[in-house]
């Protein structure tokens, strides 16, 4: 009988690639929808699929619960399962395949187009210029260089070390953090290890976030941390939205007390329309976009059909994120 199979990754639909004619090559019976879904979407479609190819739709407990029996796997198109009840999907002996390694490039490159424009106040006044500011005696904004600044890096996980190296080439002084700290990458990239997350972000000039959404990292960046942090410091965010305080952001903002805050990620994606961070003063947020590239999509595509591919082949080239094969 055929596969039913749940597929919500947007760009996974929406970009071109190798990916789609594998896909299409495959004997399956396929419902799309447009995520991420939220959890009352995710209850009323599942119960009647046999795997889900998935975004960062909510997959709850109940959401599990419901699609038994007959769920048999859940292939993440991505790394991050902070939406995913990983134990759960593991006391009922359902994998949880990802596809860790496929995105770090294009999310460090995101990162350092983020910061420069925060610097250079590029986007700010490409803004103004389009609003009509741009007349003769105007008063335009005068940016930084980011040579010789210091950037902390919170994770140094893959995504962490490919920023790490791209600071370094502009000149940056680079600390940073991580629960499992690789010194050998650090000692040849010239990196300085902080004994805590709050020590690398205290002395650094620009912060940037890769670490995971655990409950020590939720709301990591809060009014009272960013009281300690250097006036007019500038935060770069590819983590995830819950990692920040948004309202504390948005206050701080308004203040000067953070010069400049660029996310990718936000606490409700998509946001309201009143979402503190959308009007906020020197703030840049993109559409979770940071590894939405040509290149990133058909490398997460194929690593997540492969995984599900050969999960059901029974082969061996599978990655599983909680060991249940």
């Known amino acids: 009988m055929s596969k039913r199979i749940l597929l919500t990754s947007t760009s996974f639909q929406d970009t071109p690639g190798s990916h789609q004619d594998l896909l299409n090559s495959q004997d399956w019976e396929l419902v799309r929808e447009r995520g991420p879904l939220s959890e009352e979407r995710m209850l009323e479609l599942s119960g009647e699929f046999d795997a889900f190819l998935c975004g960062d739709d909510l997959i709850s407990e109940a959401v599990i619960e419901k699609s038994l029996p007959r769920l048999q796997c859940i292939s993440k198109y991505g790394i991050g399962l902070d939406k995913i009840d990983v134990d759960c999907a593991t006391e009922k ?28 106040k590029i986007h700010s006044n490409a ?91 939720r709301d990591m960046i809060n009014a009272a941390q960013i009281e300690r942090l250097k006036d007019g410091v500038l935060i770069i965010n590819c983590a995830r939205g819950e990692v920040v305080d948004n309202e504390a952001a948005a206050a701080a903002l308004a203040t000067g ?62 990655l599983c994120a909680n060991g249940v094969i």
Not at 93 to 117: C, D, Q, R, Y
Request: glycine share 8%; charged share 20%; proline share 4%.
């Open 93 to 120: 002996k359902i994998p949880v395949l990802f596809t860790p390694g496929v995105n770090h490039t294009t999310v460090a490159e995101h990162t350092m187009g983020m910061l420069l424009s925060l610097a250079k």
């Open 127 to 217: 803004c103004d210029v389009s609003a009509g500011k741009w007349t003769a005696g105007w008063k335009k904004p005068i940016g930084n260089e980011i040579m010789g600044k210091t950037i902390a890096i919170i994770g140094l996980g893959r995504i962490g070390k490919e920023v790490a190296i791209r600071a370094k080439v502009f000149g940056m002084k680079v600390i940073a953090f991580d629960c499992y700290f690789d010194a050998e990458f650090a000692a040849e990239h010239g990196v300085r290890q902080a004994a805590t997350a709050q020590e690398a972000m205290e002395s650094a000039d620009a912060i940037a976030l890769h670490c995971a959404l655990t409950d020590e990292t």
């Open 257 to 318: 007390k953070i010069g400049g805050f660029a996310t990718d990620v936000l606490d409700v994606e998509p946001p309201a329309a009143d979402h503190p961070l959308l009007n906020a003063p020197n703030a840049i947020v993109t559409a979770h976009i940071a590894s939405r590239t040509h290149e990133s999509v058909q490398r997460q595509a194929n690593r997540s059909l492969h995984n599900l591919i050969n999960f059901f082949d029974k082969t061996d080239d599978i």
